[in-house]
C-alpha cells in the first residue's frame, strides 16, 4: 500500500530497526503499552509510524506521535511523507503555533504540549488508534505527564472495546524510571531494545578544562578541519549566541572560494562583509599559534622549571595545547585547505534554515554544523566523523519560591555527554573531542540530567490537571514526582488568581485553563471583553508569551561604536511608541502594541525583514506573535460566542482611557508581582545612591530589583509596577514591566 522511492528504501533497509519490523509488530499487537529504546539514528522517529501505517492502524482512526520540540516534530513530519511518498495532507504536524493537519491526516506529528491540551477536550483521545511518546528520555514536563495521564486512559479504552496502544520510545537511557515504577504500570511493559549500527568512536578527553571553552571549540575545529581527513564536525555549544559567534568565526576561517558560488548564501545569513576586528585577532593568534606549534618537540611534562619571562609563558601554553595533538589518534595527518560548509543549529532557527543540515554540503566543502543540544537525539544530522563537546549546556533556573529566573551554563550529565559522541559513529568510526579532562568528566558531572518537572514551575500543568479532576496532584503517576514545593507554590500562585478556591478549580479557573497560555495570561484574557480590550490584550499577551521581542544588542556586530549608536536608536523609537500618559505608564506592553502594529504594517508593504533590521525586533518572534494572535483569537471566539473580534493587522493604538484600563488588566494578571521604587531615605549612608536610581522593591526578594536595560519607565520612575518576571545576569531585572496606582 506505501509506493516508495527506490533511493529511499534502500536507504531504509540500511537502518537496524528495519530488521526488527515483524518483532515490534507483534509486541505492539500483543501488548497495550510497549518500550521501545534504541540509540539515537536506529530509525525510530522515522520508521515506527510507518510500520504502524502499513499494519492497518491508520486505517478508521490516526496514528499520533509526539516531540518535545517543534524543531523535530515539523521536520520528522516531512521526513516522513517523503519517505511513504504521501503529502503533507496526510503525514502532518501541529506545534502551538501552526500546523497542517487536514481532515485527510493520518499520521500526526505533534508537540507534547499540543497532545496534553487535546486530552483536556477529549480525555480518551478517541481520534487515535495509537499514540507514540517520542524522546521519552529527554523527561520533558509534557512527556512525563502523558505518560502518567495515559497509563490510565489506555485501561479506560480497552475496558470501551475501543483499545488504544502506547508506545513510549526512548534513547537507551534510564529505563527503570518508566518499567520499576509500579503507580505508573501495574503490569511492567515489554521492552524492545534496538540495536543500532553504531561504529566505535574514541573519545579524546583535554588534559586541563579551559575556562574558554568556545575558543577552544574553535580551535579544536580548525586542527580537525587542517590536520584530519574527511568527514563532518559537530560542535555542541550552549545557546543560540555562542552558535552564530562560532559560525562567524569560522567561516572567517575557512571562508567559500568564489568559485564554490554559495559564497552569497554563506553571507547572507548572519555574516556581513564589515571586518570583525575581534574575530581577526583572533584568528591571527590562531595562525600565529598554529604556525609556532608545529616546530615545538615532544617535552615531558613532569620535567619543568620555572618559567622566567612572558615568553615562556607562552610556550607553556604552547606545550599544553600542542600536547593535546596526541589526541587526534593514529589518524593519518593530510594538507587540507579546503573550504568548510558552517551552519548553525538552533531551535529558533527558521525552518528552512534548520532543513540546510540535513543537505549534502557543496562539492568539496567540509561541513561543520555549530549546534546547541538540539542535534543531541532529536535530530540525527548524516555525516558526522568529528563530534567536539564543550561539555556544557544551558538551563533556565527558577527560584522555586521567588520566580526569579535566571540562566546558567553548567556541565551537562555522562548520558547526554555519551550521546553526544554518538553523534560521531553514525557512518564510520568516529572521533569525540571533549573539551574538559577526565577528571571533570568522572567527578563533576551527574549521572543523568534533571527531569525537567523538577526544576520547572508547574502552575500551568497543576492547573490543567485540576481541570482534568485529579484532585490529589501529589498522587498523580508521575515518572519521576515533582517537588513538593514546587507544587504547593503552585497552588497558592493559583488561588491568589483566583483559578483554585480552597484547591479546587473555579468558573475563572476553568476559563483560564482554555487559553493555550501561562495561567496569569489566561485570566488577562478572561477579563478582556469589556471596552472592547480584547484585541489590546490578545497581542500583549501573545508578546509576552514570545521569547526575545524586542533585541537588546544589534545581531551583525560590527565595531562598538556602531553598536552604541544603534542601541541608541532603537532607545528613541521604543520611547516614541510609548507615547505619554497612559500609554507610557503601561510600559513594556505599550511598546509591544506599537511594535507589533507597526511591523505588520512594514509587512503589508513587503518590508517587514528590513524594518525588523532597522528597529530591534527579532523577526521571527514578530511571525509568532502574529500564529498565536490569530489562535488566540479563534480560541476566544469558540468561547464566548456573540465577540465579533477579528486580528486587525492594522490595530490603532489604544486611547488613554484604554491604556488605563489596560494597566489594570496587567495588574490583575500580574497581582502577585509588584514591585515598589526603593525611595532615597532607605538607602543606608554608606552606600552609593546612584546605583540605586532604576532599583524595586520586590515582594519575597530581599535584594533590590531593577528596571530593564531599555524599559521605558526609566524616565517617570513610578513608585508600584508590576512585572512579568525577574531574570538574573549580573544584577536582578524585570520584564514586562507596568507602572500601576496603590489602591
Ligand atoms: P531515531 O529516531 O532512532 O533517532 P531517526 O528515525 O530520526 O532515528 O533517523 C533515522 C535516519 O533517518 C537517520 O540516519 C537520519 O539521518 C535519517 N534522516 C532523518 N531525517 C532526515 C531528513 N530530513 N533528511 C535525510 N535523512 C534524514
Ligand atoms: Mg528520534
Same mark, same amino acid.
Given at each position: 500500500?506505501?509506493?516508495?522511492?527506490?533511493?529511499?528504501?534502500?536507504?531504509?533497509?540500511? =537502518?537496524?530497526?528495519?530488521?526488527?519490523?515483524?518483532?515490534?509488530?507483534?509486541?505492539?499487537?500483543?501488548?497495550?503499552?510497549?518500550? #521501545?529504546? *534504541?540509540?539515537?539514528?536506529?530509525?525510530?522517529?522515522?520508521?515506527?509510524?510507518?510500520?504502524?501505517?502499513?499494519?492497518?492502524?491508520?486505517?478508521?482512526?490516526?496514528?499520533?506521535?509526539?516531540?518535545?520540540?517543534?524543531?523535530?516534530?515539523?521536520?520528522?513530519?516531512?521526513? &516522513?511523507?517523503?519517505?511513504?511518498?504521501?503529502?503533507?495532507?496526510?503525514?502532518?504536524?501541529?506545534?502551538?503555533?501552526?500546523?497542517?493537519?487536514?481532515?485527510?491526516?493520518?499520521?500526526?506529528?505533534?508537540?507534547?504540549?499540543?497532545?496534553?491540551?487535546?486530552?483536556?477536550?477529549?480525555?480518551?483521545?478517541?481520534?487515535?488508534?495509537?499514540?507514540?511518546?517520542?524522546?521519552?528520555?529527554?523527561?520533558?514536563?509534557?512527556?512525563?505527564?502523558?505518560?502518567?495521564?495515559?497509563?490510565?486512559?489506555?485501561?479506560?479504552?480497552?475496558?470501551?472495546?475501543?483499545?488504544?496502544?502506547?508506545?513510549?520510545?526512548?534513547? +537507551?537511557?534510564?529505563?527503570?524510571?518508566? +518499567?520499576?515504577?509500579?503507580?505508573?504500570?501495574?503490569? +511492567?511493559?515489554?521492552?524492545?531494545?534496538?540495536?543500532?549500527?553504531?561504529?566505535? !568512536?574514541?573519545?579524546?578527553?583535554?588534559?586541563?578544562?579551559?575556562?574558554?571553552?568556545?575558543?577552544?571549540?574553535?580551535?579544536?575545529?580548525?586542527?580537525?578541519?587542517?590536520? #584530519?581527513?574527511?568527514?563532518?564536525?559537530?560542535?555542541?555549544? +550552549?545557546?543560540?549566541?555562542?552558535?552564530?559567534? #562560532? !559560525?562567524?568565526?569560522?567561516?572567517?576561517?575557512?571562508? =567559500?572560494?568564489?568559485? $564554490?558560488?554559495?559564497?552569497?548564501?554563506?553571507?547572507?545569513?548572519?555574516?556581513?562583509?564589515?571586518?570583525?576586528?575581534?574575530?581577526?585577532?583572533?584568528?591571527?593568534?590562531?595562525?600565529?599559534?598554529?604556525?609556532?606549534?608545529?616546530?615545538?618537540?615532544?617535552?615531558?611534562?613532569?620535567?619543568?622549571?620555572?618559567?622566567? $619571562?612572558?615568553?615562556? =609563558?607562552?610556550?607553556?601554553?604552547?606545550?599544553?595545547?600542542?600536547?593535546?595533538?596526541?589526541?587526534?589518534?593514529?589518524?593519518?595527518? @593530510?594538507?587540507?585547505?579546503?573550504?568548510?560548509?558552517?551552519?548553525?543549529?538552533?531551535?529558533?532557527?527558521?525552518?528552512?534554515?534548520?532543513?540546510?543540515?540535513?543537505?549534502?554540503?557543496?562539492?568539496?566543502?567540509?561541513?561543520?554544523? !555549530?549546534?546547541?543540544?538540539?542535534?543531541?537525539?532529536?535530530?540525527?544530522?548524516?555525516?558526522?566523523?568529528?563530534?567536539?563537546?564543550? *561539555?556544557?549546556?544551558?538551563?533556565?533556573?527558577?527560584?522555586?519560591?521567588?520566580?526569579?529566573?535566571?540562566?546558567?551554563?553548567?556541565?551537562?550529565?555522562?548520558?547526554?555527554?555519551?550521546?553526544?559522541?554518538?553523534?560521531?559513529?553514525?557512518?564510520?568510526?568516529?572521533?569525540?573531542?571533549?573539551?574538559?579532562?577526565?577528571?571533570?568528566?568522572?567527578?563533576?558531572?551527574?549521572?543523568?540530567?534533571?527531569?525537567?518537572?523538577?526544576?520547572?514551575?508547574?502552575?500551568?500543568?497543576?492547573?490543567?490537571?485540576?481541570?482534568?479532576?485529579?484532585?490529589?496532584?501529589?498522587?498523580?503517576?508521575?515518572?519521576?514526582?515533582?517537588?513538593?514545593?514546587?507544587?504547593?507554590?503552585?497552588?497558592?500562585?493559583?488561588?491568589?488568581? *483566583?483559578?483554585?478556591?480552597?484547591?479546587? &478549580?473555579?468558573?475563572?479557573?476553568?476559563?483560564?485553563?482554555?487559553?493555550?497560555?501561562?495561567?496569569?495570561?489566561?485570566?488577562?484574557?478572561?477579563?478582556?471583553?469589556?471596552?472592547? #480590550?480584547?484585541?489590546?490584550?490578545?497581542?500583549?499577551?501573545?508578546?509576552?508569551?514570545?521569547?526575545?521581542?524586542?533585541?537588546?544588542?544589534?545581531?551583525?556586530?560590527?565595531?562598538?561604536?556602531?553598536?552604541?549608536?544603534?542601541?541608541?536608536?532603537?532607545?528613541?523609537?521604543?520611547?516614541?511608541?510609548?507615547?505619554?500618559?497612559?500609554?507610557?505608564?503601561?510600559?513594556?506592553?505599550?511598546?509591544?502594541?506599537?511594535?507589533?502594529?507597526?511591523?505588520?504594517?512594514?509587512?503589508?508593504?513587503?518590508?517587514?525583514?528590513?524594518?525588523?533590521?532597522?528597529?530591534?525586533?527579532?523577526?521571527?518572534?514578530?511571525?509568532?506573535?502574529?500564529?498565536?494572535?490569530?489562535?488566540?483569537?479563534?480560541?476566544?471566539?469558540?468561547?464566548?460566542?456573540?465577540?465579533?473580534?477579528? &486580528?486587525?493587522?492594522?490595530?490603532?493604538?489604544?486611547?488613554?482611557?484604554?491604556?488605563?484600563?489596560?494597566?489594570?488588566?496587567?495588574?490583575?494578571?500580574?497581582?502577585?508581582?509588584?514591585?515598589?521604587?526603593?525611595?532615597?531615605?532607605?538607602?543606608?549612608?554608606?552606600?552609593?545612591?546612584?546605583?540605586?536610581?532604576?532599583?524595586?522593591?520586590?515582594?519575597?526578594?530581599?535584594?533590590?530589583?531593577?528596571?530593564?536595560?531599555?524599559?521605558?519607565?526609566?524616565?517617570? =520612575?513610578?513608585?508600584? !509596577? @508590576?512585572?512579568?518576571?525577574?531574570?538574573?545576569?549580573?544584577?536582578?531585572?524585570?520584564?514586562?514591566?507596568?507602572?500601576?496606582?496603590?489602591?
Amino acid at each position: 500500500q506505501v509506493n516508495r522511492k527506490s533511493t529511499i528504501q534502500k536507504a531504509r533497509l540500511k =537502518l537496524p530497526i528495519l530488521a526488527e519490523e515483524q518483532q515490534i509488530m507483534e509486541t505492539i499487537n500483543e501488548n497495550p503499552v510497549v518500550i #521501545l529504546a *534504541g540509540e539515537t539514528g536506529s530509525g525510530k522517529t522515522t520508521q515506527v509510524p510507518q510500520f504502524l501505517y502499513e499494519a492497518g492502524y491508520a486505517l478508521k482512526k490516526m496514528i499520533a506521535i509526539t516531540e518535545p520540540r517543534r524543531v523535530a516534530a515539523i521536520s520528522m513530519s516531512q521526513r &516522513v511523507a517523503d519517505e511513504m511518498n504521501l503529502t503533507s495532507k496526510e503525514v502532518s504536524y501541529l506545534i502551538r503555533f501552526e500546523g497542517n493537519v487536514t481532515d485527510e491526516t493520518k499520521i500526526k506529528f505533534m508537540t507534547d504540549g499540543v497532545l496534553l491540551k487535546e486530552v483536556q477536550s477529549d480525555f480518551l483521545l478517541r481520534k487515535y488508534s495509537v499514540v507514540i511518546l517520542d524522546e521519552a528520555h529527554e523527561r520533558s514536563v509534557y512527556t512525563d505527564i502523558l505518560i502518567g495521564l495515559l497509563s490510565r486512559i489506555v485501561p479506560l479504552r480497552k475496558k470501551r472495546g475501543d483499545p488504544l496502544k502506547l508506545i513510549i520510545m526512548s534513547a +537507551t537511557l534510564r529505563l527503570e524510571d518508566f +518499567t520499576n515504577n509500579q503507580r505508573l504500570f501495574k503490569i +511492567t511493559p515489554p521492552v524492545i531494545k534496538v540495536d543500532a549500527r553504531q561504529f566505535p !568512536v574514541t573519545i579524546h578527553f583535554n588534559k586541563r578544562t579551559n575556562e574558554n571553552y568556545l575558543k577552544e571549540a574553535f580551535n579544536k575545529a580548525v586542527k580537525i578541519h587542517t590536520k #584530519l581527513p574527511d568527514g563532518g564536525i559537530l560542535i555542541f555549544v +550552549t545557546g543560540q549566541q555562542e552558535v552564530n559567534t #562560532l !559560525v562567524r568565526k569560522l567561516r572567517k576561517a575557512f571562508p =567559500l572560494r568564489h568559485k $564554490d558560488n554559495q559564497s552569497n548564501k554563506n553571507e547572507g545569513d548572519s555574516d556581513s562583509e564589515n571586518s570583525d576586528k575581534e574575530i581577526e585577532d583572533d584568528l591571527k593568534q590562531t595562525l600565529k599559534r598554529r604556525k609556532k606549534v608545529k616546530p615545538v618537540p615532544k617535552i615531558n611534562l613532569d620535567d619543568y622549571s620555572v618559567p622566567g $619571562d612572558n615568553e615562556d =609563558l607562552n610556550l607553556e601554553e604552547e606545550i599544553n595545547t600542542d600536547s593535546e595533538d596526541e589526541d587526534f589518534g593514529d589518524v593519518n595527518i @593530510v594538507s587540507n585547505n579546503q573550504p568548510l560548509w558552517v551552519l548553525p543549529l538552533f531551535s529558533l532557527l527558521p525552518s528552512h534554515k534548520q532543513a540546510e543540515v540535513f543537505k549534502p554540503p557543496p562539492e568539496g566543502c567540509r561541513l561543520c554544523i !555549530v549546534s546547541t543540544n538540539v542535534a543531541e537525539t532529536s535530530l540525527t544530522i548524516p555525516n558526522i566523523k568529528y563530534v567536539i563537546d564543550t *561539555g556544557k549546556t544551558k538551563v533556565k533556573l527558577y527560584d522555586k519560591v521567588t520566580g526569579v529566573t535566571s540562566y546558567i551554563v553548567t556541565w551537562t550529565s555522562k548520558a547526554s555527554a555519551d550521546q553526544r559522541a554518538g553523534r560521531a559513529g553514525r557512518l564510520g568510526p568516529g572521533h569525540c573531542y571533549r573539551l574538559y579532562s577526565s577528571a571533570v568528566f568522572n567527578d563533576t558531572f551527574q549521572e543523568f540530567s534533571v527531569p525537567e518537572i523538577q526544576q520547572k514551575p508547574v502552575d500551568d500543568l497543576y492547573l490543567q490537571m485540576k481541570c482534568m479532576n485529579i484532585d490529589k496532584v501529589v498522587n498523580f503517576p508521575f515518572p519521576t514526582v515533582p517537588d513538593l514545593l514546587q507544587l504547593q507554590t503552585a497552588d497558592k500562585r493559583l488561588e491568589i488568581l *483566583g483559578a483554585l478556591k480552597n484547591s479546587k &478549580v473555579t468558573p475563572l479557573g476553568r476559563a483560564i485553563s482554555r487559553f493555550p497560555v501561562l495561567p496569569r495570561f489566561g485570566k488577562m484574557l478572561a477579563l478582556s471583553h469589556q471596552q472592547n #480590550l480584547l484585541p489590546y490584550t490578545i497581542c500583549i499577551v501573545a508578546a509576552l508569551s514570545v521569547q526575545e521581542v524586542l533585541l537588546e544588542t544589534p545581531i551583525l556586530q560590527t565595531n562598538s561604536q556602531e553598536v552604541k549608536n544603534i542601541r541608541q536608536k532603537w532607545a528613541a523609537i521604543r520611547r516614541q511608541w510609548a507615547g505619554v500618559g497612559n500609554s507610557l505608564l503601561l510600559g513594556d506592553p505599550m511598546v509591544f502594541l506599537r511594535a507589533v502594529g507597526a511591523a505588520e504594517y512594514a509587512n503589508s508593504e513587503g518590508s517587514l525583514e528590513k524594518f525588523c533590521l532597522e528597529n530591534g525586533l527579532r523577526q521571527k518572534a514578530i511571525t509568532e506573535i502574529r500564529k498565536l494572535r490569530i489562535q488566540l483569537t479563534n480560541e476566544i471566539k469558540t468561547n464566548i460566542p456573540n465577540s465579533d473580534i477579528i &486580528v486587525d493587522p492594522k490595530l490603532s493604538p489604544p486611547s488613554d482611557i484604554q491604556a488605563k484600563l489596560l494597566r489594570q488588566i496587567m495588574l490583575a494578571g500580574m497581582g502577585d508581582q509588584v514591585a515598589r521604587k526603593i525611595m532615597p531615605e532607605e538607602i543606608k549612608e554608606d552606600q552609593d545612591k546612584t546605583k540605586f536610581k532604576y532599583a524595586y522593591h520586590a515582594n519575597n526578594i530581599e535584594e533590590p530589583v531593577f528596571l530593564h536595560q531599555g524599559s521605558v519607565l526609566k524616565k517617570t =520612575l513610578p513608585e508600584f !509596577v @508590576v512585572y512579568q518576571e525577574i531574570y538574573e545576569t549580573n544584577k536582578m531585572y524585570m520584564r514586562g514591566v507596568t507602572a500601576i496606582e496603590p489602591e
